[in-house]
């Protein structure tokens, strides 16, 4: 599903933050991304995303190498991509119910089609009473679930997650990963960044380690 060979990324003139690349994701598989802050992981997750082209090296996604792909080709390809970043990306004028069903309505689905879906979603992440609120009067928790549910509504063929447990207490934490465990049983391939030990360790999954700029990876 995803290969990067040799890929390194730099911003402007500085150095390079992250350097010789070399990785592959399976389709359905599971992964923890992890590292010291400013190691690189948030900028590896865009590159995923493809909201960064890298500086150098392949990227290949989807069976695509993105550096033959178009603006709109790019576009088709994140259609098929859920991310949780930390800065949530919520849309401040849409309510919590229209955040998490825009998936639905950017792929030109009637309202009709995934309204039960949405609520289900929305009462299972504890929001069932928050849906008609508007992102400023959330909580960073109520942002960060709402994020999470726009993310996975779709059932993304990849799924991208910036600490998605962070702002949430351990027990919703669990919930979460649970939520996000289901979702690569159904055939998503996930990616969940994080600094909890503690939580990965509960989990039999391959872990991503970026230090330095260098990606090592544990089976």
Do not use: C
């Not at 088709?76 to 849309?91: A, P, S």
């Not at 960060?144 to 910036?162: E, G, K």
């Not at 979460?176 to 391939?189: H, P, V």
């Amino acid at each position: 599903m995803v290969r990067f060979e040799n890929v390194g990324l730099r911003y402007g003139l500085g150095p390079e933050i992250l350097r010789d690349l070399n990785f592959q994701i399976p389709a359905h598989s599971f992964q923890f991304l992890t590292g010291p802050s400013g190691a690189g992981k948030t900028s590896l997750l865009r590159l995923l995303f493809l909201s960064h082209r890298p500086t150098r090296g392949l990227v290949n996604l989807f069976g695509n190498d993105i550096s033959q792909l178009g603006k709109d080709e790019i576009a088709d390809l994140r259609k098929r991509i859920g991310i949780v970043l930390q800065d949530f990306r919520l849309l401040d004028h849409m309510t919590t119910y229209e955040n998490v069903a825009l998936p639905f309505r950017v792929m030109g689905r009637s309202e009709s089609s995934y309204r039960k879906e949405v609520i289900d979603l929305l009462r299972w992440v504890g929001l069932g009473d928050r849906m008609d609120a508007l992102p400023p009067i959330l909580s960073g928790g109520e942002k960060q679930r709402a994020a999470i549910a726009r993310a996975v509504i779709s059932r993304p063929q990849l799924l991208l997650a910036d600490e998605p447990t962070g702002s949430v207490d351990p027990t919703l934490g669990r919930r979460l990963l649970r939520l996000f465990i289901e979702l690569n049983k159904s055939g998503t391939a996930v990616i969940i960044a994080t600094h909890d030990i503690a939580l990965m360790d509960q989990y039999e999954a391959r872990r991503f380690v970026l230090h330095q700029g260098r990606l090592h990876v544990y089976e």
